[in-house]
DNA sequence: GTAAACTGCAAACGTCGTTCGCAGTTTTGG
DNA sequence: CCAAAACTGCGAACGACGTTTGCAGTTTAC
């Protein structure tokens, strides 16, 4: 398992094949089965696997919303390290008991909120989505997708992309907006 | 191609293999390739062809985020039309002509924001997200993840299951959620 | 000390993407 | 009008994949 997880890290979710794992395990590939079902559940274990990297959660001390941002924070980390997670995800199988231990204490941050429990797993589902949404956006920010195209029929991309890139915004865009949505799903709305 | 977009939509991806393609057309897998030079090429075209879908682009008129709402409501719809199609979006070869014309809409309508160019591509890249987020959660909401597993040792998390499901919240979440966050990333902060 | 259980693994099966080579057909050009 | 060239379809085969089977070799149980 550590085996598979260290070719993903390398090499991506792709080269995780049956016999790349017992190569690198010395062994053949047959042999996997007496621990393995398929390679379905060494994915499965694999994404719980990462998932305790979660671990500890953080102690609801402050605000439930800077409770919940650290929590998302360590997703987004957890994202950036092994960018082959958010391919697993979104298989329901790959609900192991540390994701279920994840989401049961995200639950008690927000277990004060009078907000019913299908708003909480919206708000729960989109943590994890922005999580991933910031985490590919830095892994895959190294060549611009852009290289090698006639872009002459796209005169507004040519406009945004001969101006010189500016400075980065001063305060993360990560909390500003996962904090905004989260209020917005959770909090009485105020408006 | 059409026919490989037939199979996606009913199978899911992992159904679209060169054999099957070939049989739905009542020909060799071999054959193909006189037209695609590989498998990924197919999957490139079906994900541009289906972005053709976003036509015809809103005009401008209204406020500029009334119309990017407009547009992301496109995407998401979308999504939920073809959920196959999240799996292909992440793949930088995916960028094709539509794609390409779809972005470039969007940036025309930013223009007239002094924002920088970067944080328009950070909105647009947070628009296919999002729009990708809820889709997937609607697709697959059908139904609940945590059937047939040992919840004793998560209390929050059947505490909040056992807890009838309140009816769904007035406004619509995704409007609300993105015109949010397009707007701290693109209007003047008033803070 | 024998029986039972467990472990490792070569070989093989079916499926996949892809390539090759060869027929059959269409287009070209003099 | 016909031969040369180009294009098209595709059966067969290659290597890699996930998985199963069967059989040795080893460990455990009684």
Redesign the pocket.
Known sequence: MAAAIAIADADGLAA?????VAARLE?????L??YLS???DLLDLMADRVAAELRPYPEPDGHWLDTLLRMARAQRALHERHPWLSELIQRASAIGPETLAFFDACLGVMAPLPAPPTAKFEAIAMMNGIAVLFARQRTAGGASPFAGLDLTPYPHLVAALTQPPAAPPATDLFDRALGGLLRGLLAPDPA
Chains 1, 2 share one sequence.
């Open positions: 995780v094949s049956m016999r790349a062994t053949g590939a047959a042999s089965y007496r398929s390679r379905d």
